[in-house]
């Protein structure tokens, strides 16, 4: 059975920075493409960042140069670290793993509310 432990989120102000991090268990870790997407009330679901097994990355424009998505395979654990945050980065934001060979299933953890606000 796969289980994360998401951590990091919470209430920062516009400019500052959080680290989310979501460990996995249940899984060989270097199997899987690692993402992060977050979600809004009302909004659909958005990939932020993604990074390969090898640690090839992506991320949506929106973020491009502020946030950094990384993984320590050994430690079966992600990360993201986001700078210069903005109000509209406010999200529950949600780790997910997809294995990059059949069946491709995919896990999704639960989420770390993360809030941009004076």
């Known amino acids: 059975q796969v289980q994360f432990v998401e951590s990091g989120g919470g209430l920062v102000q516009p400019g500052g920075s959080l680290r989310l991090a979501c460990a996995a268990s249940g899984v060989i870790f270097s199997a899987f493409t690692a993402s992060w997407y977050r979600q809004t009330p009302g909004n659909q679901r958005e990939l932020v960042a993604i990074?390969?097994?090898?640690?090839?990355?992506n991320y949506a424009d929106s973020v491009k140069g502020r946030f950094t998505i990384s993984r320590d395979n050994a430690k079966n654990t992600m990360y993201l670290q986001m700078n210069s945050l903005k109000p509209d980065d406010t999200a529950l934001y949600y780790c997910n793993l997809q294995r990059t060979s059949p069946p491709y299933d995919n896990f999704r953890g639960q989420g770390t509310q993360v809030t941009v606000s004076s």
């Open positions: 990074s390969s097994p090898g640690g090839a990355t």
